[in-house]
């Protein structure tokens, strides 16, 4: 599947679902003073969670661009180091505005990425955490549960705490909660005795999460329950196409490589000449990309 197959795939199995299909909203956030770039799905969605708004559909789907290049999700500098570090992204998300939650989130995350009409992954090779709880809100027996009967076997489930477990806030107060991550487990060798998807490592590459919005934090730390229970889920478009297509780097991916062609035209150096070369690349065409 190229790029525009995969995001078509992900939004006709949730209209399947009963989601409305709603468009993205624009990079450059108008009426936040927290935040001046979107930098996740749920931006435009912050003032249904904290029931500013009224609701008109419960479940909604999208395909949100997002720029990471400030406050605590910032990526600019890791642009080029890496294999799948990009600044601007698009993230392919479900939303339950107070209707379903955690055993339904679990079931169509399980089903979209296992079932060989959507993305057919390999479940052998799939691994998930769920939040290990502490003082702000207990540990996520629930998701375990709903892990436990899609048949991951306990080994693949690791219980993480909130540093690695907890979505939001996307600014400094407002929704977040804890949330369910699903990840690929690559060739690479367990990097010792404790590896895990918290490591860096490389051998668990995140792929979705499904965050559970139920709090609402406040500017003096506290965290206060939300009215109604929401779901957040974010599946980076970009890294699973590199997935998908086998590719080893997002940068070779269908969406990059057109980008990177045209400038190994107009620099008359290659991609594959590796190094600071490479990286450089990486970087204009990450910032082309965004810029346009
Ligand atoms: N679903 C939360 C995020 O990754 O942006």
Redesign the pocket.
Same mark, same amino acid.
């Given at each position: 599947m190229d790029s525009n197959q995969i995001r078509e795939t992900f939004l006709d199995f949730f209209r399947s679902k009963g989601h409305r299909i709603v468009p993205s909203a624009p990079m450059v956030v108008k009426n936040d003073p927290t935040l001046m770039f979107t @930098?996740? &799905? %749920?931006n435009q969605f912050k003032d249904l969670f904290l029931g500013n708004s009224p609701i008109r559909d419960r479940r909604v789907a999208d395909s949100q661009k997002?720029l990471r290049v400030s406050g605590k999700?910032n990526d600019l500098e890791e642009v080029g180091l890496d294999t799948y570090h990009h600044t601007m992204f698009e %993230?392919l &998300?479900n939303w339950s505005l107070g209707d379903y939650f955690k055993k339904e989130a679990i079931e169509w995350s399980w089903e979209f990425l296992t079932s060989p009409d959507y993305l057919g992954l390999d479940p052998e090779h799939l691994a998930v955490s769920v939040f290990a709880g502490d003082e702000h809100a207990p540990r996520d027996e629930e998701s375990y549960e709903h892990w436990r009967r899609m048949g991951l076997p306990e080994d693949r489930i690791f219980f993480l705490p909130k540093e690695n477990n907890w979505?939001?806030p996307?600014g400094i107060t407002g929704p977040c909660g804890p /949330?369910t991550e699903m990840f690929l487990i690559t060739d690479k060798e367990p990097c010792g005795p404790d590896c895990s998807p918290a490591c860096d490592c490389g051998r668990y590459l995140e792929i979705w @999460? /499904?965050?559970f919005m139920e709090y609402n934090k406040q500017a003096d730390g506290s965290y206060l329950p939300l009215e109604q229970k929401n779901v957040?889920?974010? %599946? &980076?478009l970009d890294r699973t196409i590199a997935v998908l297509q086998g590719a080893p780097c997002v940068y070779e991916s269908d969406v990059f490589r057109p980008i990177i062609t045209k400038i190994e035209a107009l620099s008359g150096r290659k991609y594959e000449e590796g190094g600071e070369v490479q990286r450089a690349i990486r970087i204009i065409a990450d910032h082309i990309r965004c810029a346009a």
């Open positions: @930098n996740a &799905g %749920m997002c999700h %993230m &998300g979505w939001g996307a /949330d @999460n /499904d965050v957040d889920t974010g %599946m &980076g």
